[in-house]
Nanobody, 125 residues
């Protein structure tokens, strides 16, 4: 599976961005997908995950109420809508796939088998 993330950029605090991640190579419609991020000098951290059918989601406390994860299985794509962005959201964002499960959403990076190349999000104050 190859994952191509896009949609990052520079935005002012309070603004919005929508990240997309398209999978290729094989279908990912039966697997959990998600997003992680890594800020400079910090460890990679979980952001959000979604089950195979999109009926359940999970979010890190830091983004609850501001970020929304969704997916379009016909397009083999997962999205991350980010609203009310804060400078602390500045990071490289990675999309991920866990092909061992279609429902269990883990916050541990080691659970995820496939990683995209990352897209930079910078939020200015």
């Amino acid at each position: 599976v190859q994952l191509q993330a896009s949609g990052g950029g520079l935005v002012q605090a309070g603004g919005s961005l929508r990240l997309s991640c398209a999978a290729s190579g094989r279908t990912v419609q039966n697997y959990v997908m998600g997003w992680f991020r890594q800020a400079p000098g910090k460890e990679r951290e979980f952001v959000a995950a979604i089950t195979w059918n999109g009926r359940a989601t999970e979010y890190a406390d830091a983004v609850k109420g501001r970020f929304t994860i969704s997916r379009d299985n016909d397009k083999n794509t997962v999205y991350l809508q980010m609203n009310s962005l804060e400078p602390d959201d500045t990071a490289i964002y990675y999309c991920v796939v866990d092909d061992d499960t279609n429902w269990r959403m883990s916050t541990a990076s080691a659970r995820y088998d496939y990683w995209g190349q990352g897209t930079q999000v910078t939020v200015s104050s």
